[in-house]
């Protein structure tokens, strides 16, 4: 699904309306009757007629205004408040405010202190709000008056339906600009905003709800949306064909693990084998083939030359003799961070020719050095934590600038990057951005991670190329993670859960 940002959604209109001629009316009478029809439906739902629409002074308010008038047709109880002196709105927004005034439909401003305890008061009666005060042409703080409406709005625990945008979230990159009604619906025009698709934007406006105003169909397919939301469509599994074999599935090495930590090997080995790839070869320090022999029977196990149960410089060579046995290599669950660690890392990455994913300590290994990845077939997937190491910058304020951040990493080192997180970014320079919404908060557990590097490498090994690999790593990670969620619930759930549920939502 598209993705677009508040500037690419004007060009689409503008180009809808004064190149294929469609009247700018016309797109806000068909938004309008939209969020008017999902309103009618909740209210009808539980039997209730009373609704405060809260408007601008743009066209987010004339979406509103039309909303207004189609919900008095149809009976409900409509009042509507102005946050702005209605003498100085214009265009379609004027047209639609005079209709509903000659209708007698309520119509108050919001212009000081007095008229908004009026407004609570109507708040506090009402059974639906619908914010259309702020849409795509949020450009500043909110403050003042539309502030304080906001907080009495957010403070009423009515229903909200946010019109376009929930206002007050920046359409472009999903921060908070000084206070976001919190939206339990939010009726987005044609196309999905780049604002409402990460956090904390996704929290503001609960469920999304696209609705076609009409934009030409050419349009909407032509556009090139460098930001995407993965869908199912996107993941397709092909049908297997029938006179294969194990080889044809691609063959993975999974360097990993470390004295202290064995489970991150196997989980990651685990994973790739259940994500379908032919033949898994799992590289760990020798202290503990041993354990892992006796777990995994799939897996083929070696033991490396180690320096304290860990990897170091003397495990190199025997490591890229087993990458050209490979397709790709996957290195760094369980490593350790140490110095070895880091130089051995190193050393792997400098030396293999191979489709590389790097995780876990394997980043922690480059972070002083990220330069030597490029040019090289990369996947990284960090967490935000990784991600502050990798790129510099604290973890809140990679939260609050994701897409600015991949972005810059992405076009400096042309590599893959997967960032995860409540919503994994997926981007890749010259292939674009792709946002993943499968998966929950369950999924926030030891070794979670360990299995996504499993299933992406499976279908590097597989033949997908980088960017579409992390795609489908990514999607149907998050969806064993659901689908484990059911059975277990979001406490409950280990990384162990996420990889038995693989077959299951790979099969569906
Ligand atoms: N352009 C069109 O033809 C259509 C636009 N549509 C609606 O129009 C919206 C965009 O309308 P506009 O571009 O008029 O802008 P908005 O209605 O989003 O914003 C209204 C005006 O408020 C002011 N403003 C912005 N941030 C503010 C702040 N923090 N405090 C105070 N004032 C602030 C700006 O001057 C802005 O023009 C879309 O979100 C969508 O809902 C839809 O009806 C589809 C058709
Ligand atoms: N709230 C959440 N919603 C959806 N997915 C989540 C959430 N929290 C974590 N995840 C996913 O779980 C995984 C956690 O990976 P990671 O942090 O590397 O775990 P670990 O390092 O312990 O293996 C990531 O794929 C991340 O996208
Ligand atoms: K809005």
Do not use: W
């Amino acid at each position: 699904m598209k993705i677009v940002s508040n500037g690419e959604m004007r060009e689409i209109e503008s180009i809808a309306i004064n190149t294929v001629g469609l009247p700018s009316v016309c797109l806000m009478e068909n938004a309008g009757r939209a969020v008017a029809e999902h309103a009618a439906e909740y209210l009808f739902s539980c039997k209730r007629k009373n609704i405060v629409i809260l408007c601008g002074k743009g066209n987010n308010g004339g979406d509103g205004f039309v909303a207004a008038r189609y919900l008095f047709n149809k009976g409900f109880d409509v009042k509507v408040f102005v946050v702005s002196n209605i003498g100085l709105i214009s265009g379609d927004a004027k047209k639609n405010l005079d209709i509903i005034i000659n209708m007698g439909i309520y119509v108050a401003e919001i212009l000081q202190k007095e008229q908004l305890k009026f407004f609570e008061k109507n708040i506090k009666e009402s059974d639906l709000v619908i914010d259309a005060l702020y849409g795509t042409g949020l450009d500043r703080e909110v403050s003042g008056i539309s502030k304080d409406a906001i907080d009495i709005v957010n403070g009423s625990g009515k229903y909200v339906i946010s019109v376009d945008i929930p206002s007050g979230i920046n359409g472009d990159n999903g921060k908070v600009e000084g206070c976001a009604v919190k939206a339990n619906v939010t009726v987005t025009m044609q196309f999905m905003k780049k604002g409402i698709a990460v956090y904390p934007g996704v929290d503001y406006a609960g469920k999304v709800i696209v609705a076609d105003i009409g934009i030409p169909r050419n349009l909407v397919d032509n556009i090139q949306c460098r930001y995407n939301m993965i869908s199912q469509d996107d993941v397709v599994l092909p049908k297997r064909a029938r006179n294969t074999h194990k080889g044809d599935y691609g063959k993975l090495l999974v360097v990993a693990g470390s004295k202290n930590m064995t489970g991150a090997a196997a989980l990651c080995a685990m994973s790739a084998i259940k994500t379908g790839c032919g033949i898994v070869k799992l590289a760990v320090p020798k202290a503990i083939q041993g354990i892992m022999q006796s777990s995994l029977r799939e897996i083929i196990t070696y033991g490396l030359d180690d320096k304290d149960g860990a990897f170091y410089l003397g495990s190199v060579d025997e490591v890229l003799k087993l990458a050209n046995t490979v397709d790709a290599v996957a290195i760094g669950p369980g490593l350790t961070n140490s110095c070895d660690v880091r130089e051995f890392v190193k050393e792997v990455i400098l030396r293999l020719e191979k489709p590389l994913v790097l995780d876990a300590d394997a980043l922690n290994a480059i972070s002083d050095s990220v330069d030597m990845i490029i040019g090289k077939d990369v996947i990284l997937t960090p967490h935000i934590g990784e991600m502050s190491r990798l790129s510099g910058g604290s973890a809140n304020e990679i939260n609050d600038n994701i897409y600015e951040t991949v972005e810059k990493f992405i076009s400096k080192y042309k590599a893959t990057l997967v960032l995860k997180g409540s919503r994994t970014v997926i981007g890749n320079d010259t292939e674009g951005i792709y946002i993943n919404c499968t998966g929950n908060p369950g999924m926030a557990t030891a070794g979670s991670g360990d299995v996504l590097t499993g299933m992406i490498s499976s279908f590097l090994v597989q033949g997908l190329k980088e960017v579409k690999a992390a795609i489908y790593g990514v999607y149907y990670h998050g969806k064993a993670g659901d689908m484990a969620s059911e059975r277990y619930g979001e406490y409950g759930l280990t990384a162990t859960n996420i990889l038995e549920y693989i077959p299951y939502v790979m099969k569906m």
